[in-house]
């Protein structure tokens, strides 16, 4: 038996191999995309070499997995990553930056007397406010800058290949973003900024405490400002 496949990787000889597995992506007529699962084995009988290769349509299992993968990476109302991804991300480029001694800033944001909002115009209108101030500042990052939700209405972000002072500018810019957007309900809603950079010795929770503390203090300067913490600054414990 000889049969060949051909997706967009190019030609696939089935003689050729066997007890092998591997997926591949193809255009159907109707231009949708079907993913196909092949294996082969091969058997001997009276003397002759037998493949049999099976191909089956993955497609919908595909479907499942990456909804999944969306469903456990994602944060529900905003459509930004959520705190476990985002971890997994910063973990790996804590190790990056400290393998080629790079710089890495993070920035923690948090709305400003969003209870408020809340109280005064209800839970909903507080989750639009939520969804706009996030993408304001989706339309103000780079592409490589990783954008995630904390937790409730506090957010963070990973800067790679920046410094402190490229990190407060760029958190200057996102709190101008949110501050002069027009919102709906309120139609004014302001945000304050930690900043810090990723020191030598640094683990995870010390770079995010160091962040958390810079916002801390910008929400104790006034709110609607940045506040930066350098590695060298002294821990608030
Ligand atoms: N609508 C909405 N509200 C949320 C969500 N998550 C958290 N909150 C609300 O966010 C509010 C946070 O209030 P606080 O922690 O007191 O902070 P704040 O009022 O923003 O005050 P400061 O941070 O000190 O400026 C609470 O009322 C929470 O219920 C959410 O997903 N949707």
């Not at 070499?49 to 479907?63: A, H, P, S, V, W």
């Not at 969003?114 to 005064?120: A, G, L, M, Q, Y």
């Not at 963070?156 to 002069?180: G, M, Q």
């Not at 900043?195 to 770079?207: A, C, N, Y």
């Amino acid at each position: 038996m000889r049969a060949r496949i051909q997706g967009r990787t190019g030609a696939w000889d089935c003689s050729k191999a066997t007890g092998d597995y591997f997926e591949t992506r193809h255009r159907r007529k109707d231009g949708s995309d079907i993913t196909v699962e092949i294996t082969t084995n091969a058997a001997y009988y009276k003397g002759v070499k037998l493949i049999f290769c099976n191909c089956r349509d993955i497609t919908e299992r595909k479907r499942d997995q990456e909804r999944i993968r969306y469903l456990a990476t994602t944060d529900a109302l905003t459509g930004i990553m959520n705190r476990g991804e985002f971890t997994r991300h910063l973990t790996k480029e804590i190790e990056r930056a400290a393998r080629f001694n790079r710089p890495v800033a993070v920035v923690m944001y948090d709305l400003d007397h969003f209870k408020r909002v809340n109280d005064t115009y209800g839970h909903d209108a507080g989750d639009e406010v939520l969804k706009t101030a996030v993408a304001q500042v989706n339309n103000a990052i780079r592409r490589v800058d990783v954008h995630a939700r904390w937790g409730g209405e506090e957010f963070i972000l990973l800067l790679p290949e920046t410094d402190l002072a490229a990190a407060v500018k760029s958190a200057e810019r996102l709190r101008a973003a949110i501050a002069e957007h027009p919102f709906k309900q309120p139609e004014r809603v302001t945000a304050s900024f930690g900043v810090t950079t990723l020191g030598p010795r640094d683990r995870f929770d010390v770079l995010i405490k160091r962040a958390d503390d810079a916002l801390y203090l910008a929400k104790h300067a006034g709110r609607n400002r940045v506040e930066a913490l350098s590695p060298e600054a002294p821990s608030s414990g």
